[in-house]
């Protein structure tokens, strides 16, 4: 199995797919958020509640009967944190914030902080906590629904191979090394160069590196620290965003990062670099498979991208011969039905046919939910089987098929009214993606302008740009069917701009863009908004 990844990238949103074997697996997207000058670490309105963020906040109300509290972080709603999740060195934490508060002219290296005593699983939350008290929280569940995001007092920094904790000094090494020997090198090797007051989780991938990598990664992560605490230190005003994860592209590397990619292909220069330098950093033999990607053509669209995720999500989504599923998603779960659809019948009965169209069901499944990347509770409605050995064969390729998943599942066998039941790990909204086009002319009325006059329309937009706004260097993006149209014969109408407005008028085809429906870019990637008064009330 190969793997690509494509990322696009634009001031307002980035974009990322995953492709085994050409397919679509994985797909996330994430607004990107400016923030303005002398604010780069603030907690401004728009401020994205990605999982891994660190925030300086303040306790807002303590709830002892759920034992429990609510934390201002800047949020609309304020973040949820139980007593459980202080963490055991919580009051170590608590007593080096008070320090590093209190004295902001030297800051206290951790090394010479000093450990408290480990906090117990039985305790109340009122005995450590007061309202209005200063508290140093990490985002573990973003915002879902009417929640707020979900927090923790157990800091911690990943990385490729290590996970570095504050305030522990415990070395853990991922079960899946399964050698003995390789788990007790690692340990040692960990235990020399890790700081005083710092504990560490040894990653699957850090098997068989050398101490120098892992040394290298160390240092980064420890800098992270010290980085943060200075901002703790020379915060004023809270809420504050003390440390911001890494790039959304470099974090899915982080965890997705194997030998097995071919491509990575990146169409914005920034993050090209960074992705460029990620790789370089965790394996400079594989760097070259990082590429700048400079074509006409937007990049899903040119790796047909946009046409799979148009197919994929949706309510309904056909995946065998007719058959199909129709996923519904609640506040409480999802519920996926499964149906035969207009589906041949299998020469060999029924009950063939029923297992045939459960077992290719299973499959895209496990494709939607790391797609979508769904969580909480799944039930799933297959197709009645009657005999045993059929219902254990299902629950048996389900398992298979989620052994790809990096979340965290649990999948229970068919009930005895047909039913899978499946918890899948949750930290963010699972992923939609509207596959509706809207008239972008009429917006519902029935009625538009004749589509003969459309390309009048591009054109006094066009005339406004370079004439009136002075812009000469600018991209318009149009169905592809419209494309076809302006550039059809020698003396084409996309010719005819060019030579009255100039060769900076470019046109590209874009498979996501309604029928009538248009976009204009100026050279940097930022939409231009050519909108009449009419579309945008």
């Given at each position: 199995?190969?793997s690509?990844?494509f990322?696009?990238?634009n001031p307002?949103?980035?974009?990322?797919?995953?492709?085994?074997?050409?397919?679509?697996m994985?797909?996330?997207?994430a607004?990107?958020?400016q923030?303005?000058?002398?604010?780069?670490t603030?907690?401004?309105?728009?401020?994205?509640?990605?999982?891994?963020?660190?925030?300086l906040?303040?306790?807002?109300?303590?709830?002892?009967g759920?034992?429990?509290?609510f934390?201002?972080?800047?949020?609309?709603?304020?973040?949820?944190l139980?007593?459980?999740d202080?963490?055991?060195?919580?009051?170590s934490?608590?007593?080096?914030l008070?320090?590093?508060?209190?004295n902001?002219k030297?800051?206290?290296?951790?090394?010479?902080?000093?450990?408290?005593?480990e906090?117990?699983?039985e305790?109340?939350?009122?005995?450590?906590?007061q309202q209005g008290?200063?508290m140093?929280?990490q985002?573990?569940?973003?915002p879902?629904?009417?929640?707020?995001?979900?927090?923790?007092c157990?800091?911690?920094f990943p990385?490729r191979?290590?996970?570095l904790?504050p305030?522990?000094?415990k070395?853990s090494?991922?079960s899946?090394?399964?050698s003995?020997?390789?788990?007790?090198?690692?340990?040692?090797?960990?235990?020399?160069?890790?700081?005083?007051?710092?504990?560490?989780?040894v990653?699957?991938?850090a098997?068989?590196?050398?101490?120098a990598?892992?040394d290298?990664?160390?240092?980064?992560?420890?800098?992270?620290?010290?980085?943060?605490?200075?901002r703790?230190?020379?915060?004023?005003?809270l809420?504050?965003m003390?440390?911001e994860?890494?790039?959304r592209?470099?974090?899915?590397?982080?965890d997705?990062?194997?030998?097995?990619?071919e491509?990575?292909?990146?169409d914005?220069e920034?993050?090209?670099?960074?992705?460029?330098?990620y790789?370089?950093l965790?394996?400079?033999?594989r760097?070259?498979?990082?590429k700048?990607?400079k074509?006409?053509?937007?990049?899903?669209d040119?790796?047909?991208?946009?046409r799979?995720?148009k197919s994929?999500?949706?309510?309904?989504?056909?995946?065998k011969?007719?058959?199909?599923?129709?996923?519904?998603?609640?506040?409480?779960?999802?519920?996926?039905d499964?149906?035969?659809?207009?589906?041949n019948?299998n020469?060999?009965?029924?009950e063939?046919?029923?297992?045939?169209?459960?077992?290719?069901a299973?499959d895209?499944?496990?494709?939607?939910?790391r797609?979508?990347?769904m969580g909480?509770?799944i039930?799933?409605?297959?197709?009645?089987?009657?005999?045993?050995?059929?219902?254990?064969?299902?629950?048996?390729?389900?398992?298979?098929n989620?052994?790809?998943d990096?979340?965290?599942?649990?999948?229970?066998p068919?009930?005895?009214?047909?039913?899978?039941?499946?918890?899948r790990?949750?930290?963010?909204?699972?992923?939609?993606?509207?596959?509706?086009?809207?008239?972008?002319?009429?917006?519902?009325k029935?009625?538009i302008?004749?589509?003969f006059?459309?390309?009048?329309?591009?054109?006094s937009?066009?005339?406004?740009?370079?004439?009136?706004?002075?812009i000469?260097?600018f991209?318009l993006?149009v169905?592809?069917?419209?494309?076809?149209?302006?550039?059809?014969g020698?003396?084409?109408?996309?010719?005819?701009?060019?030579?009255?407005?100039?060769?900076?008028?470019?046109?590209?085809?874009?498979?996501?863009?309604?029928f009538?429906?248009?976009e204009f870019?100026d050279?940097?990637?930022?939409e231009?908004?050519?909108?009449?008064?009419?579309e945008m009330?």
């Amino acid at each position: 199995m190969t793997s690509e990844l494509f990322i696009s990238a634009n001031p307002k949103k980035i974009s990322i797919a995953l492709t085994e074997d050409k397919r679509l697996m994985e797909f996330q997207e994430a607004t990107q958020v400016q923030p303005s000058e002398g604010e780069t670490t603030g907690v401004g309105p728009g401020a994205s509640y990605s999982v891994g963020n660190i925030y300086l906040a303040k306790v807002r109300k303590l709830m002892p009967g759920l034992n429990a509290c609510f934390v201002s972080a800047g949020h609309e709603r304020d973040s949820f944190l139980h007593y459980l999740d202080l963490g055991t060195q919580f009051l170590s934490l608590a007593k080096y914030l008070k320090q590093v508060r209190s004295n902001k002219k030297e800051i206290l290296p951790i090394a010479k902080a000093h450990i408290e005593p480990e906090l117990g699983k039985e305790g109340s939350i009122q005995d450590l906590l007061q309202q209005g008290q200063e508290m140093l929280v990490q985002v573990v569940k973003e915002p879902i629904s009417t929640k707020g995001p979900r927090m923790t007092c157990e800091i911690s920094f990943p990385g490729r191979y290590l996970v570095l904790i504050p305030f522990q000094d415990k070395v853990s090494v991922s079960s899946k090394i399964k050698s003995g020997a390789e788990r007790a090198r690692l340990k040692q090797v960990i235990q020399s160069i890790k700081p005083k007051n710092f504990g560490v989780i040894v990653r699957t991938v850090a098997e068989g590196k050398r101490v120098a990598e892992l040394d290298t990664e160390m240092k980064v992560l420890v800098g992270r620290w010290e980085e943060a605490i200075s901002r703790v230190s020379a915060a004023k005003e809270l809420p504050v965003m003390v440390y911001e994860e890494t790039s959304r592209a470099v974090g899915m590397l982080r965890d997705l990062f194997n030998p097995s990619y071919e491509n990575i292909y990146v169409d914005n220069e920034q993050v090209f670099q960074e992705v460029k330098d990620y790789v370089t950093l965790i394996a400079p033999e594989r760097a070259n498979i990082v590429k700048q990607y400079k074509g006409n053509l937007p990049i899903f669209d040119n790796f047909d991208i946009t046409r799979q995720i148009k197919s994929s999500f949706g309510k309904v989504v056909s995946f065998k011969r007719g058959a199909y599923l129709i996923i519904e998603n609640t506040e409480a779960l999802h519920v996926v039905d499964v149906n035969s659809g207009s589906r041949n019948r299998n020469s060999d009965g029924q009950e063939a046919n029923a297992l045939d169209v459960n077992l290719g069901a299973a499959d895209e499944l496990a494709r939607q939910l790391r797609l979508r990347d769904m969580g909480g509770i799944i039930v799933v409605d297959f197709i009645d089987m009657h005999l045993a050995e059929d219902r254990q064969k299902l629950y048996e390729r389900m398992c298979e098929n989620m052994k790809q998943d990096r979340a965290r599942h649990n999948i229970l066998p068919l009930s005895k009214f047909g039913l899978m039941q499946i918890t899948r790990q949750r930290v963010r909204p699972a992923t939609e993606v509207n596959i509706d086009e809207t008239c972008p002319t009429c917006h519902g009325k029935g009625t538009i302008k004749s589509s003969f006059m459309f390309t009048d329309v591009l054109e006094s937009k066009i005339d406004m740009l370079v004439n009136k706004l002075n812009i000469r260097s600018f991209t318009l993006h149009v169905h592809p069917y419209v494309m076809a149209y302006i550039t059809q014969g020698l003396w084409s109408i996309r010719r005819q701009w060019q030579m009255k407005y100039g060769l900076g008028v470019r046109i590209i085809p874009s498979q996501k863009l309604a029928f009538l429906q248009y976009e204009f870019y100026d050279k940097k990637g930022n939409e231009i908004d050519m909108k009449e008064e009419i579309e945008m009330k």
